[in-house]
């Protein structure tokens, strides 16, 4: 079945880049998301990104995609306190069973 | 634009007893989902509508759950009777659909079953 796979936890030091890493296994995935999650509240969609292309940028964020090796990384720039949350990589196919399969969430600190 | 609207915001109710939980999507959107987040976990898919119909359901458990989108807008997910393993929160999510990518996320219900 389909598998989305990330690391638990990150800390970074405020003013620093996070880079938060994501592996997949369904290799008919057509779109690859980054979701926010804070406590307490529903996802945020970040930004997300088709498997045809291979970086977005999109203000402090930065996502690059290896479909070769089925890895999605979110680079975010001049990481701030505000930015501590749960992050999770999501995939979805445009054919079939259209839901998103989520990762089990990376938990960023952002330390000051 | 009102974003994806859940309510309750939180629930708490004893075992064997029933529940239920409502979403209203994002105006104009023909596709709905219901997820289950466990905690510590990501949110995992119980059902999705395509307008009325529901087009993915195998992960619901139908022995207990069901759902309902009646007239292909807002939708109401039913536990009857609640278990223990039941606590989590619920998220409903909305999306265009016809292939759009964006799918946008309510707040969720925080269910609690003592």
């Known amino acids: 079945g389909e598998d989305v796979e990330q690391s638990l936890f990150l800390s970074v030091r405020e003013g620093d880049s996070s880079v938060i890493n994501c592996t997949y296994t369904d290799s008919s995935s057509t779109y690859l998301y980054w979701y926010k999650q804070e406590p307490g509240a529903g996802l945020q969609l970040l930004t997300y990104i088709f498997s045809n292309m291979d970086m977005k940028q999109d203000q402090r964020l930065t996502v690059l995609l290896n479909k070769k090796d089925k890895h999605l990384s979110l680079r975010i720039a001049d990481t701030q306190t505000g930015d501590s949350a749960i992050y999770f990589c999501?995939?979805?196919?445009?054919?079939?069973?259209?839901?998103?399969?989520f990762g089990s969430g990376t938990r960023l600190q952002v330390q000051p | 634009e009102a974003g994806v609207v859940q309510s309750p915001r939180y629930k708490i109710i004893e075992k064997k007893q029933p529940v239920a939980f409502w979403c209203n999507p994002i105006s104009g959107h023909n596709t709905l989902y219901w997820y289950l987040q466990n905690l510590g976990q990501g949110p995992e898919l119980l059902i999705r509508?395509?307008?009325?119909?529901?087009?993915?359901d195998s992960q619901l458990p139908k022995d207990r759950f069901s759902a309902e989108r009646l007239k292909g807008v807002d939708s109401t997910l039913k536990i009857q009777p609640a278990e223990l393993g039941d606590s989590a929160v619920y998220l409903c999510a909305s999306s265009l659909g016809g292939g759009k990518a964006e799918a946008f996320f309510g707040q969720g219900t925080r269910l609690t079953v003592v």
């Open positions: 999501a995939t979805r196919r445009d054919t079939g069973r259209r839901a998103l399969t």
């Open positions: 509508y395509e307008n009325e119909e529901a087009v993915d």
